[in-house]
């Protein structure tokens, strides 16, 4: 009994030592698609969503970006899909940033990111202190042009997942012509180390009650 709960005190230290070293973001690109035309939207149950489906600019929004819809040769382009409004940072300028004020503190950001180019770029603060930086070459698909405003893989809803870094502000910025966005998502998730740890525990204590009873 002894040597099995020395094991599952290792495991549970090596479980915590990954939990802890763990600094990466995690990025993946699961989304739901709603029916009103506004473009691929979040699965994650119980984020806050800004949708700019009526047009006005969000409150905590400012900056060089302006809700616009449809596209406009050498300005802007909707995101493929997108009939509906959504948010365009640089507006036909060589470049632009527009921030973001969160109404709390979270770890979790999602966004329908279109047109993905190499010179968007997203920046996640906790105050004063830069917690990520993400360029759209982090997250365009394998093979897919950069700009392209109708390919899969160059218009994706991205979802990232901060873990134990929280953010309250976000800079939205290009340096080459737009950056467009749609149905932006705000979400304190669960890390999944700590859930991997959990079930860990739960799987050691699980193994001893069936140890107990036989």
Known sequence: MRNKMRILGFSLAL????????????ITFDSAVPADG???????????????????????????????????SGRYAAPAGNTTSYLSVALGQRSGAHEILASGNFNYF???WGSIDNYNMLQFFNGVNLVLQLTGADVIAAGTAFGNQVAAGSNRYVNIF????????????????AFESDNHAFARVPEPGTLALLGLGLIGAGAMRRRRAG
């Open 162 to 177: 901060l873990g134990s870094d929280y953010y309250n502000r976000i800079v939205i910025s290009t340096t080459n012509f």
């Open 15 to 26: 479980a915590l030592a990954a939990t802890t070293a763990q600094a990466a973001p995690i």
């Open 38 to 72: 506004s473009g691929l939207t979040t699965a994650i149950s119980g984020a806050k969503v800004i949708d700019f489906n009526d047009g006005a600019m969000p409150d905590g929004y400012s900056g060089d970006g302006g809700v616009v819809s449809g596209s406009l």
């Open 110 to 112: 999602g966004l329908y």
